[in-house]
Structures are given as C-alpha cells and as structure tokens.
C-alpha cells in the first residue's frame, strides 16, 4: 500500500522539487514550507509515506496481543506483537468496508476485531472470520489487513509505508551493535508525554538540532547536557577533548562503543556516545542517577549518553540508568505531536528504585520550553515580514544538515514519482 498523489498534487510536488533545488543551503526555508497545506500534505506523502520512522520501542508491547496505534497523515496504524512473538505492523483499515479496527490508543487483544461488523483479524494479520453473510464463495485468504514493512532495530521500532523502502541497513547494523549493551529488551516504560506543538513538524526538528537556544532557555538541562557530540566540533574546547579522552578509554574497557558515526545526506542518522558535564551520569535535576538499577551489561554508572538521531523524526538518549526516548509526527501544517518516552530496567521499582517526578523533571521542562520556542517561531514565521534567514555554520550546523536532508530526499523522492 502507498500513499497516492493526485495529478494536481503531482504538479505542485515538481514545483516544490523546483524551489528546493535553487534553495542555498545554510537558509531556512520559504515561508510555505512551513505553513502551507498543499506543501504540508506533500512532506507528508514524499517525506512520512516513503521513509523508515521510529514509532516506538519493543518494551511497549512486552506480551502477545499488545498493540499501540498512531497516525501517519490520513492513514491510522496499528503496530503489534503478534502470536509468533513478532512485532509486526498493520494498516489500521478493515477489508470489509475500511472501518477503523483499533480505536484506543494502546491496549491487549486476543484477536483483531472490526467494532463495526465484527470481522476478526488473528494478531498476524489473517482474516478468520467475516460471517456466512459474505456468502459461500467469499475468501477469507484475499482480505488480510494490509500489512506496513516494520523492523524491530535493537528494541527500537521502525515502519515504512513504502512498497520498497529506502535501504539503510548500514545504519540498522550499527544501532544494533550500539543499542546492544543498553539492555532495551530488558526495560519498561517508566512514563510517558504527549504534547501536541502548534507548530510545523521541521520547526520542531530544527529547534532539537542546535542548542545555540539552549543556555538561555534550558537551566534545567543544561545541569548536564553536553551540547556537541564530538571534539571535532569548532566550538569544543581542549578541556572538552580531555574529557571526551578519559571517558571513551574508560568505555573501551567495558567494550562500549562510542565513536561518531554518520549516515547519508545531512547526516540524516547519527550514532555518538558523549561525556555528560564532568561530576554528572545522568539527566537529572542533581545529575544522579534517577533509577537505582542500572540498564544494561554495564554497571558503571558514569556512561555518558547514547545519543541517536533518526530523520525524519526521532532523537534518543541512552544512559546508564534510563533511556529518553523521543518521536515526532505531524497532524497538519501547523500542529505536530511530541511524544515522549522514559524507560528504565524492567525490575526498577517505582517509589523504590526510581521516582517518577525526578526521572521526568529535565525533559518534561525541557520539552514545555522547547514548544513555546516553537511555537514563537511559528508565530513569526506566519507574518508577511517573513523571509528565509541564515543559520549559523557553527552553532546550526545540525539545522543545516537536517534542511539539506530535507532538501534532497524531497527532490530524490519526487524525482522517483516520475518514473
């Protein structure tokens, strides 16, 4: 199943290939790309239709019959773990007359079943069940629920509505590799967010790829956080390339791997464990650890973060006591949802092992703060007055690799669409 374009779409997607192609790089883009519904609906089709997206993590859906849903543009999903123990994914469309089949967000079931006219689903995708009203010739085996490529990447959950999606093994093979001491298969969700921004979805992405923002406007993280991931930065001092030495022999040691790796135009994915501010492990109000029970192989507690970074829509960071988990997907040219995810090791007890509130506290205000700057943004961007600004090629340039990603996956997609 794909996402289909009607011909007057297609024209305005050439156009849009056009414009990108004269856009110079190290500028943000016309004011329509961030506010324009035709442009919007184009993104969504060229952009979220086509792509791998990181929609969420194994633990979930820690049992069979466990499902979370979501909406990619007009098309609702269903991600599941079926009956082999395989996560799996669905359009969440019924055969008979297109019916949503999971209407909560998340829950358990036995079986898949239509709430309009009861067709029942097994959890991996089969039609079991239509009623002797179909009639006697009616075969079951040509209406399973259309399935969505998904891959489960070292707990971390990846879907394409793409017939034949983009290969980025390369990076899938190292996620694993990296992910693997990190111990996901052994967490839990310790607490959740959901904030829907009113802002477009690269408003949201390009304020997480700088933190020129971030002195003067997250005192809660900047406790601890790092702002560049690796000393080849311009602006990281030789005390930050001291630091950065001592703690990657010490992650040698424990046969962690650290170094940065990028993927694709724009560094469309990123792979980097960084030093946290010296005296600090994790992203707290103190800096200690907010669960007891460390994640992973590991039980140093100083790890610094995993940090991973998945265009279109996700950013992560792994420590060694909790994983913050973040995805972004867009509503309409001027909402996006934020959703947040805390996870700690699966025996961590609450009011125990970890509290709650001081497991959340760094990145619920980080995040409230991020989407108001957002939002300002938005607001500016909507005047008349708007006009396409420079980033900065030091302290943007991560805004700079994800506008040229932009950039050139739109152009290569659309360019594909006219084959």
């Not at 930050?240 to 992650?251: E, G, I, N, P, T």
């Not at 460390?294 to 995993?306: P, Y």
Request: glycine content about 6%; proline content about 4%; hydrophobic content about 35%.
């Amino acid at each position: 199943m794909t996402c289909n374009v009607t011909n007057k779409a297609d024209v305005l997607a050439k156009n849009i290939a056009e414009i990108l192609k004269n856009h110079p790089s190290g500028y943000s883009l016309p004011q329509p790309f961030y506010k324009d519904k035709r442009y919007f609906d184009i993104e969504v089709e060229q952009i979220f239709c086509k792509e791998w997206i990181l929609v969420g993590v194994s633990c979930q859906l820690p049992e069979k019959g466990n499902f979370f849903t979501l909406d990619i543009g007009d098309n609702p999903i269903t991600i599941i773990r079926n009956q082999h123990n395989k996560i799996v994914a669905f359009h969440n469309t019924c055969r008979h007359r297109g019916s949503k089949i999971c209407l909560a967000k998340s829950g358990k079931v036995a079986k898949l079943v239509c709430p309009y006219h009861q067709w029942t689903y097994e959890l991996s995708g089969e039609l079991l069940y239509a009623g002797s009203e179909m009639g006697e010739n009616f075969n079951k085996g040509h209406h399973g629920l259309h399935s969505i490529h998904c891959r489960d990447v070292g707990g971390f959950i990846f879907i394409s509505l793409s017939e034949t999606p983009a290969d980025i093994d390369d990076f899938f093979v190292d996620l694993e590799t990296y992910l693997a001491p990190c111990g996901i298969h052994h967490a839990k969700v310790a607490a959740q967010s959901q904030i829907i921004e009113q802002a477009n979805w690269k408003l949201v992405m390009e304020n997480n790829r700088e933190c020129y923002h971030c002195a003067g406007s997250h005192p809660e993280l900047v406790r601890t956080i790092l702002e560049w991931d690796d000393t080849r930065d311009p602006r990281a001092d030789e005390a930050f390339a001291q630091q950065v030495a001592q703690k990657q022999a010490l992650w040698d040691s424990e046969g962690l791997p650290h170094q940065l790796k990028t993927y694709g135009v724009g560094a469309r994915n990123r792979l980097s464990r960084v030093p946290l501010v010296e005296g600090t492990t994790s992203m707290t109000m103190d800096g200690k650890a907010a669960s007891t029970k460390l994640m992973g192989k590991s039980k140093l507690a100083d790890l610094g973060s995993l940090r991973f970074l998945h265009l279109p829509n996700s950013w992560n960071h792994a420590m060694s006591d909790h994983i913050i988990c973040f995805f972004v997907l867009p509503i309409s040219p001027q909402q996006t949802l934020l959703t947040t995810l805390w996870l700690v090791d699966k025996d961590a007890v609450e009011g125990v092992d970890y509290d709650v509130d001081n497991l959340t506290k760094v990145w619920n205000a980080t995040n409230n703060q991020d989407r108001k700057l957002s939002e300002d943004n938005q607001k500016g961007i909507n005047s008349m007055a708007y006009t396409p600004g420079p980033y900065s090629a030091t302290y943007e340039y991560g805004v700079i690799n994800f506008v040229d990603w932009f950039n050139a996956t739109m152009q290569q997609n659309i360019a594909l669409d006219k084959k």
